[in-house]
């Protein structure tokens, strides 16, 4: 059975629809948020880094990160979006980032070294973020969870 090694809630700065996890060594990040981002796909990996998109164009979403020992069980709740990618990460650190603010200062620690991640992300309050956006701004209106455990 799957046992939790850490969990931490981040802030993460959206802005134009998206934000990223990146190497925390981003000189080994061979194509750098946000080139190459996709707007519509909630889950997209490159090597070195995680896309993600959001419902809101700018605003602060909630981030939980929890690092496992193997595959989790899907997080209770529901959710909005759900999708599984992979990352290797040459530090064993991540980094969240926006589009134009850039890194945000938070390290996201995976472990001590590099690796092979398998992620799964899933993410709820897209809905009331888009209906709350026409309004003004929303924060912390959108919540991701990012699901870490080592990948083969």
Not at 10 to 37: I, K, S
Not at 40 to 57: E, I, N, Y
Not at 111 to 122: E, K, M, N, Q
Request: aromatic share 8%; hydrophobic share 40%.
């Amino acid at each position: 059975m799957a046992e939790l090694v850490s969990r931490r809630e981040y802030p993460v700065h959206v802005d134009h629809g998206g934000f990223a996890l990146q190497d925390w060594a981003d000189g080994r990040v061979p194509v750098r948020f946000p080139e190459g981002f996709q707007h519509g796909v909630f889950l997209a990996a490159h090597p070195g880094r995680l896309d993600f998109t959001s419902a809101g164009h700018t605003h602060t979403a909630s981030l939980d990160v929890e690092v496992w020992d193997a595959e989790p069980p899907v997080p209770s709740g529901i959710w909005e979006e759900s999708a599984t990618a992979s990352i290797l990460c040459s530090s064993g650190t991540l980094q969240a980032t926006s589009m134009t603010a850039g890194p945000m200062l938070d390290e996201i620690p995976l472990s001590d070294g590099p690796g092979t991640w398998s992620v799964r992300a899933v993410c709820a309050g897209r809905e009331a973020l888009a209906e709350l956006a026409e309004e003004g701004a929303a924060e912390g209106v959108e919540r991701y969870v990012a699901q870490f455990w080592p990948g083969a």
